[in-house]
Structures are given as C-alpha cells and as structure tokens.
C-alpha cells in the first residue's frame, strides 16, 4: 500500500506503508543510531514525534523484549528499507508486527538521506504520515498547526511502584523515564522509588530518600510550570540530586536558567561530550530537541560540567554548594555507548558522603 510523508513546506515523500494505516500528524525528527532500534521506538522521550532513522536497513534484528517502556510512545517511523526477515534468537516478531501491534503508522522506500538533510537544513518540522489520497496543499494549515503539547503528563507512571534493592533509596521523578535509569540504579544495589510526575516535593522529601533523579522525558521543559514548582522545593531539601536529560533543563528553569530550541536537536548514539573539569570526552546516547542556555545561570549557582565537542552546546551543569548536578545526554545508554555509566557511581559516591555526614 502507498503512503506518503507531507511536511509542513509542501515536500512530499513517497513510500510504502509499514505498520498502522491511520493517518497520523507529528513532529519530525531524524536519528542517527545505527542499531537500538526497539530502544528508540519505546523511549518515552519520542512522544509526539515521527522518528526518522539515518541507517539504511531496520528490522533485520525483530523485536526483542529490549523495550525502554511498556509501550512504543513514537507517533510514526520512517524508514529507507525495512527488513522483512528477522534473524535474532531472541526474536518474538518482525519489526512490522511490532508497529502493527503498537498502532504506529510508518513508511519505508523514503530517500531518508534527502528527508534528513531536509531536516538539518530547514530545521525540525512537522510532518502527516497517511495513506489516503490527499491533497497536500488542503493539509497544509493543519499539519503546521500541530504542537507535541504536553507530553509528560501522557508517558508518566500513573502511581508509584519501586525497583526493590537493599542500597542507597533513590526517589526517581518519571517525567518519562526508561526503564534502564532504574536498572543502572538496581545494578548499583539502589532501592528505586518511582514517583508519577506530578507528585508534590513534600511527599518525596517525607519519605526521606538518599538522593533524588530527575528523568528524561518529551517536550517543551517551559511546558511544565507544576513540576518545575515542585523542582525548587527539592532543590532547597538539601537530598543529593541528579538530573537527565528533560530532567537537567528543568532543574535549570527551577534555579533561574533558560532553555531555547534547537534547530534539528540530538539524537543518536554517537554524540562526543567533553568533561569540562578533567577533559575526558565520553561517546553519549542523546535524544533531545531543547538545550539548557547555560550563560543565562548565574555563575553563583551553577557551571557548566559538559560540553558538546560538536556543536559547543551545554551538556552538563554542577551547581555550587549543592550536590546536584546534571547532564542532557543519557549515561543509561539503551542504545548506545556505555562510556558515561560511572555518572551513577558519582551519585552513588554523592549519596554515600551525605549519608556519612548524617552519622558523623
């Protein structure tokens, strides 16, 4: 069956459909991880967004249960060739099942060479994935009227539950958080409480946690005006606090700092980030479309504690007097590089001084 991919300038791609045959408006966006693709359909981050991959061949792999979340939270998926054999023996299906079985409307045999440079050069757009006859230029309005909206309140845990461990208690904020944040904890001996997004600092404080995480997540980090509210209170609690991702620029917002949107943002597996302090560079797994604007932070308040070599944007802030500090980019990996997985030994490290401190 046809379909096609409009976006909001008027080009059109054409291809075959993959999975659900819904039609489906979102923001489009391009990842350049060349394996982990059941990681990136099921991170939560994805919500409101059609994902296109860079690499050629998806799917020769299945779908496994590698799922970052219960669910695939992708609103499309755009492919240049989708493998129709899957040759894994851990394999419970092919790719396509799975989007069939998740509702998610794709499209392969798109020149996504030509979509992504597209997309680095005008900048993110939105975009409908259909397979019915339309005329584009009657879907126009419609297609740049779309917004992604408030996505974090969508992807969070709709009550409480924990990751048991016999370690340090960690109180982790699910503003969309993948499940391989509470495993690199659990790995770590952690007990994880996993908190819905708009619980309120007091209770978290009143259960008395070692230190507190603050997740990834999708969206616009100004959309979330409640949380960043409650981010201040935790901020003043003086519990050992680390940050990821939609997590990092919230934590900025909440401590005067302002976040802006990039033109085609971070995502893949791939991203060298530079630690500002001993000039280690670490290969990180990134997903993100806003960046922390970190001059507009006092220096008083915070630093920065990671750079982007790329682009020379902020990946990190430590906050002074504080133990917080933050990071965009995604120590858990899944998928991707494992190289910054000691940042969970550093809050580990941060939690155990300040358990010390207590029963000095």
Known sequence: MQAKLILEDGTVYTGTSIGSTRTAISEIVFNTSMTGYLEVL????????????????????????????????????????????????RSMGSLEDF????????????????????????????????????????VLSVIKGYSVGDVVSKVTCKKPYV??????????????AKKSIAKSLSRRGCQVNVYPADT???????????????????GDPKSCTGI???????????????AICLGHQLLALANGGDTHKMKYGHRGGNHPVKDVKTGKVYISSQNHGYVVDENSIPKDVAVPSFVNVNDKTNEGMAYINKDIFTVQFHP?????????????????????????????
């Open 332 to 360: 858990e990996a899944a998928p991707g590089p494992m190289d910054s997985g000691v940042l969970f030994d550093r809050f580990c490290d941060m939690m155990a001084r300040k358990r010390g401190n207590k029963n000095a």
């Open 42 to 89: 099921t991170d939560p981050s994805y919500a409101g967004q059609a994902i296109v991959m860079t690499y050629p061949l998806i799917g020769n792999y299945g779908f496994t249960d590698d799922m970052e979340s219960e669910r695939s939270w992708a609103d499309g998926y755009i492919v240049r060739e989708l493998s129709r054999l899957d040759s894994n023996f």
């Open 99 to 138: 989007l069939i079985k998740s509702d998610i409307p794709g499209i392969c045999g798109v020149d996504t060479r030509s979509l992504t440079r597209r997309l680095r050069n005008k900048g993110t757009m939105n975009g409908m994935i259909t397979t019915e006859d339309v005329n584009p230029d009657e």
């Open 228 to 242: 960043i509210n409650q981010i201040k209170i935790l901020c003043e609690s003086d519990i050992p606090i680390f």
């Open 200 to 218: 309120l600092a007091e209770q978290i404080i009143r259960d008395e946690p070692d230190g507190i995480l603050l997740s990834n997540g999708p």
């Open 163 to 176: 990751v048991k461990g016999k370690g340090y208690k960690v109180a982790l904020l699910d503003l969309g």
